[in-house]
């Protein structure tokens, strides 16, 4: 049948099993939006208040659901605004599929009203991305872009189509699509045979989980394989929740932040079995004195992130899932008594600890945890905050950890649990945020107002940009350059304005009511929480030390 380029648009997204399309509309996508309008049934799209806001949902809603989310925006500053959501997607590893327009064909590179050679700014930042300039191309390129956002190493792609493009007719032909992701099965058995005998030779193995055993769906297996390991689990930022936080084997986060069990684990242990994670700084701290004493084992599916940071003894590429259920089969139950003793003396000797008997961050999480039994989607900002919610809410499940962990995006985590909600609206989701980070894109709450999306934002307000705080009053001698948030803003009645419930906060007591209340409205709520401005991230490693040298607060005041 004939249809025009829009329509092929929304026919190529019914294809794709697209539920749901988070953007905002202009001038060049006009075509598109009238188009969507005629399939309001089939799609429903979630005007957001910005941009920014519709990529960062995008990207909530996959992380959320495994699937792909998808994003509209027009030409120009519409396209522009799409770039750091975008940019946050592709640090992590999220299949997105971001669709902009564009000046007709015959206006591209005339500096045009609201051009933008988008294809070319996004270039670093995607997996893939197109501009098509013929109707013909258009349902090919949206099959291909949705193929290459979810296979391999997930990531965005982005399509640019000319007005003129959307207006233009051509034949479409309905196709069936296997949304399935597809898995590469061709992985080599010497691989896997030179990791099952460096497994069986250690004495003090230690697991490391990333990102990429969340996004290989991967966690029954690695469960298996952890407890047929018989070794001690701790875990990135990214890979939160592919490893339960309540299991016996589990020894809190690695790295700048981690816990004194995971970073004296891993600088002790003899092999580390690094499971779709790229030993990012935050995690290797001085990168020559990382694991100095461990062979490493990297297993990923993505052969650029082997040697890349971190040189490698042995290393797997492939699917994850795939990986460990091959290991898995051949692996021997191991036993490692005398070194989970050890690891379990650091735990009882070194618990995360905070001042109980304040409002604090950790108390704030803490309560989320206990309130939600462990089961809400959590989104974050980046911050201290965003350390508390890593640290202090024990996740048992993927894709209930949805930050911003490569490009560290504040900003990123309303419109992300916006796009969580709208995907999983059977869990509670709860936005966690510095007041720093709120304000960046609070006009979202706006958004959820609007199309009713029940989300819960707490605001851990100290009045400060806490996390540039803390360095400045551990390493530039509490000089609080441009760190100081002494400004008027009532997050209060900035919600109320908006439409939602606003509730502020000061004492545990207040807090704890706050928030059932807010589990029992049905209805947007923010929680302004505040506390102390000089409250920090413990236990923490100084920049450019070995992770071996991580320091509490009470190592600091009895230095």
């Known amino acids: 049948m004939q249809l025009t380029g829009a329509e092929i648009v929304i026919e190529c997204l019914k294809e794709q099993g697209v539920d749901t399309v988070f953007g905002y ?7 598109v939006y009238d188009a969507l309008y005629k399939h309001s049934d089939e799609i429903n799209h979630i005007l957001t208040s910005h941009e920014q806001g519709a990529s960062h949902a995008a990207d909530g809603y996959a992380r959320a659901t495994g699937k792909v989310g998808v994003c509209f925006a027009t030409s120009g500053p519409g396209a522009t605004n799409l770039v750091t959501g975008i940019a946050t997607a592709y640090m992590d590893s999220i299949p997105i599929v971001a669709i902009t327009c564009n000046v007709g064909v015959s206006l591209l590179g005339k500096d045009s009203f609201q051009e933008i050679d988008i294809a070319g700014v996004t270039m670093p930042i995607t997996k893939h991305n197109y501009i098509v300039k013929d109707v013909k191309d258009l349902a090919a390129t949206i099959r291909k872009a949705f193929e290459i956002a979810r296979t391999g190493r997930p990531g965005p792609v982005l399509i ?17 699509i296997d949304t399935k992701k597809c898995v590469e099965t061709d992985i080599c058995e010497r691989e896997i045979d030179v990791a099952i005998k460096m497994i069986q030779k250690s004495k003090k193995p230690f697991i490391f989980v990333g990102g990429g055993a969340v996004l290989s769906g991967a966690s029954e297996a690695l469960m298996e394989f952890a407890h047929k390991m018989d070794a001690p689990v701790t875990d990135s930022l990214m890979g939160k929740g592919a490893f339960p936080g309540t299991d016996e084997l589990y020894t809190g986060m690695l790295g700048m932040h981690g816990t004194k069990p995971a970073n004296y684990g891993v600088s002790k242990c003899d092999l580390l079995v690094v499971l779709g994670a790229r030993f990012s700084d935050r995690v290797t701290g001085n990168a020559s004195k990382f694991a100095s004493k461990a ?17 490698t003894h042995a290393s797997i590429q492939g699917d994850l899932n795939l990986v460990l259920q091959m290991l898995n089969e051949k692996l021997e139950q191991q036993n490692h008594e005398e070194w989970k003793q050890q690891i379990r003396e650091y735990k009882e000797k070194f618990p995360l ?29 980046v911050g201290q905050h965003q350390m508390w919610a890593a640290q202090f809410y024990k996740y ?3 894709r209930t950890f949805l930050t911003s962990g490569g490009l560290g995006t504040m900003g990123y985590g309303l419109g992300a649990s916006l796009g969580a909600k709208t995907g999983v609206p059977e869990k509670t ?23 009713n999306i029940p989300i819960i934002q707490v605001v851990v307000n100290n009045h400060v940009l806490g996390m540039v705080r803390q360095w400045q009053t551990l390493f530039y001698g509490k000089r609080y350059s441009s760190t100081v948030l002494n400004d008027a803003v009532d997050f209060v009645k900035l919600a109320e304005a908006m439409g939602a419930v606003g509730i502020r906060v000061t004492t545990q007591e207040e807090f704890k009511t706050a928030f059932a209340k807010a589990l029992t409205l049905g209805r947007p709520v923010v929680i302004d929480c505040q506390i102390d401005s000089d409250d920090k991230v413990w236990p923490m490693v100084a920049p450019g030390a070995a992770i071996s040298e991580v320091f509490s607060e009470e190592d600091l005041q009895t230095k």
């Open 25 to 31: 509309p202009g001038g060049a996508i006009l075509n």
């Open 160 to 176: 640019d189509v000319p007005k003129d493009v959307t207006a233009n007719t051509c034949e479409y032909k309905k196709a069936e």
């Open 295 to 311: 062979k490493i084992l990297q297993i990923d599916i993505d052969p650029t992130e082997i040697d890349k940071n971190i040189m």
């Open 353 to 381: 600890t905070y001042h109980k008997d304040v409002l604090t961050g950790p108390f704030i999480v803490e309560e989320i945890y206990n309130q939600t039994n462990g089961e809400a989607v959590i989104t974050t900002e």
């Open 396 to 398: 048992s499940k993927p």
């Open 429 to 451: 989701v709860v936005n966690i945020a510095g007041d720093g980070c709120f304000r960046m894109n609070m006009n979202e709450i706006a958004t959820a107002v609007r199309h």
